[in-house]
């Protein structure tokens, strides 16, 4: 066996004798008072029942409106996208004009060069 700890000035048998007799106590009180304790846990009950449920509703609407929130980022970007998209074909288009242009300059420049 392992070691026993030992706590001097501390009387277990009467510390045991007193959670008896209190355990009798409350024994007795309640089965006088039997319907208020039972009202008791049952008000506690439906309080709880209650408590749980308005949390769950709180929950829930904060989920949706993290969801809303988050389908506003979403759109936001997306017209983002829409615009650098539309940027990017206008930039691609100007860099083939000037494509076509330089290749114009160049033909003019070498059919200059050679009359």
Excluded: C, W, Y
Excluded at 84 to 110: F, G, H, R, S
């Amino acid at each position: 066996m392992g070691k026993q700890i030992k706590l001097s000035g501390i009387d277990f048998a009467k510390a045991g004798n007193i959670l008896v007799e209190a355990g009798k106590t409350v024994g007795i009180f309640v089965s006088n008072h039997v319907p208020e304790v039972l009202t008791t846990i049952l008000a506690g009950v439906t309080i709880d029942n209650i408590r749980v449920r308005m949390g769950r509703k709180n929950d829930k609407k904060a989920f949706v409106e993290n969801a809303l929130k988050q389908q506003q980022v979403i759109r936001k970007h997306d017209a983002e996208i829409n615009v650098l998209k539309a940027e990017a074909e206008q930039a691609q288009t100007a860099l083939q004009k000037v494509d076509q242009l330089a290749q114009i300059v160049n033909n003019l420049m070498e059919g200059g060069a050679s009359e």
